[in-house]
């Protein structure tokens, strides 16, 4: 999915100078090479890690909070899988906002005191830092945040639906026996 993310927001930056996504893909490959779809991969894996133990544990703990009998509640899987959706997206914005900076390179960083292509998560940090303080590194925080609501919601309310009609299912089979 990496490379689909490099060209999805390069296509979405401000003044993008790119309108479909053979050309985004093309300007990349010949300009920046391969390695420019990748560049993020680490800071990718490294955000994915704890948002999803984030999301997990907050999903967990919701539920031992709001249905500590775990019966199939549908308005506590939605309010329980939002709310950890929402902790988790906060909570590992600054990864997002450094692996933002690595698949645009975005001209303002660049032109602020830096040479050459932004490569690997600590250049990333530093560079965030640099141009926007401690504040950079939750830039969009609210936009991620909203995002990840009915996301997380949805996903686990389906989830637990699914699983209910699967045990359901299992429970009158065997009864059947």
Known sequence: MNPAEVVKQRMQMYNSPYHRVTDCVRAVWQNEGAGAFYRSYTTQLTMNVPFQAIHFM?????Q???????????????????CAGAVAAAATTPLDVCK??????ESLALNSHITGHITGMASAFRTVYQVGGVTAYFRGVQARVIYQIPSTAIAWSVYEFFKYLITKRQEEWRASK
């Open 64 to 82: 031992e909070h709001f249905n500590p009998q775990r019966r199939y509640n549908p308005s506590s899987h939605v309010l329980s899988g939002a």
């Open 100 to 105: 933002t900076l690595l698949n645009t390179q």
């Open 58 to 62: 907050t999903y967990e703990f919701l």
